[in-house]
């Protein structure tokens, strides 16, 4: 992958390319264009098809008035120079920056007639740790609403000690499935216990063990700058196949989970869960055994907690 900026230090091209023995081959272009506040206007993706580029997807976004990403658009396209709309996602926020809502919609006719899908509601602690998603359907026919999973944290001293999963079948909330989290005297995560409820009990399924070197080998910026802030950055490339970086910086020394969930809020892989410097951090997700689908990735400290959105394209 060759990053490409222009000369304001905005990212203008990512350049896939694989190694065929004798030769790099073009394999994958993002072409980025900005607002004049320099935020992402859109990102479109190319593959390359004999004689030339050939365009594959391009994201759509737009900002609220704080700056966060209210809307992302998903155009495929018609020919070269045509698109038409296939999804976009609504994201509304809590006073305190939080995702509080995702809706979901769908484009059938390819214009910007859209059809709700479904949505993702978030509810925080008084500290802002995540303690609830729920993930509800869409009815086209009478307009209503039928909720279908939902998962449940259980928070312990700022730490989440329990993670459960619950769906809808009609007749209430189910359990499902649960994972519980044990950390080590030095507050890293030591195991994750992922179990079945079967049958009126909870059936053990696998369980994760961590260890730890004394030095963490996430990537620290050697930049000479001061950090003052917080900050989760959006993801590149993305879409992305099969991986993508995620960049953070944070203005302390302190605890970082970084956690990637599914759109069932379900945890698929866990990138840091350790003391780190203060600094800008950049750490790499490979999703090779996933399924194409939206993903979201979870900062955690234990003062401030951020959530993103990535979309994984097959």
Do not use: C
């Not at 607002?35 to 050939?54: E, F, H, L, M, Q």
């Not at 396209?77 to 999804?87: A, G, V």
């Not at 203060?278 to 997700?285: L, M, R, S």
């Not at 979201?296 to 959105?309: A, G, I, V």
């Amino acid at each position: 992958w060759t990053n490409e900026y222009d000369q304001s230090d905005l990212l203008v091209n990512i350049i896939g390319e694989f190694d065929n023995i004798t030769q790099w081959d073009s394999l994958d272009l993002r072409v980025h264009t900005y607002y004049p506040d320099a935020k992402v206007k859109d990102i479109t993706r190319s593959v390359y098809t004999y004689p030339g580029w050939y365009p594959t997807q391009r994201e759509i976004y737009e900002y609220d008035a704080e700056g966060r990403v209210s809307k992302q658009f998903l155009q495929q396209p018609i020919s070269q120079d045509e698109w038409y709309y296939t999804y976009l996602f609504e994201t509304t926020y809590t006073p305190s920056g939080q995702v509080s809502e995702l809706l979901s919609y769908v484009s059938d006719t390819g214009d910007s007639v859209w059809t709700l899908s479904y949505k993702l509601v978030y509810s925080y602690d008084q500290d802002d740790v995540e303690q609830e998603v729920v993930f509800t359907l869409y009815n086209v026919g009478d307009g209503s609403w039928t909720p279908f999973s939902r998962t449940i944290n259980t928070i312990t001293d700022g730490k989440i000690t329990e993670i459960k999963y619950q769906s809808e079948y009609g007749q209430g909330w189910e359990d499902t499935d649960r994972d519980v989290l044990i950390y080590d005297l030095n507050g890293n995560l030591a195991s994750i216990q992922s179990q079945q409820y079967w049958q009126s009990q909870w059936q053990n399924t696998r369980l994760e063990t961590y260890e730890y070197d004394p030095a963490s080998d996430i990537e620290v910026s050697t930049q000479s700058i001061s950090i003052t802030e917080f900050q989760l950055h959006d993801n590149y490339p993305n879409p992305f196949n099969p991986e993508t970086t995620i960049r953070f910086s944070l203005p302390n020394a302190g605890y970082v989970n970084l956690t990637v969930y599914n759109i069932l809020g379900k945890s698929v892989a866990t990138l840091i869960d350790n003391n780190i410097a203060a600094g800008n951090h950049n750490v790499t997700f490979k999703a090779e055994n996933l399924p194409t689908g939206v993903y979201f990735y979870r900062l955690q400290t234990s003062e401030y907690q951020m959530t993103k959105r990535m979309i994984l394209m097959k």
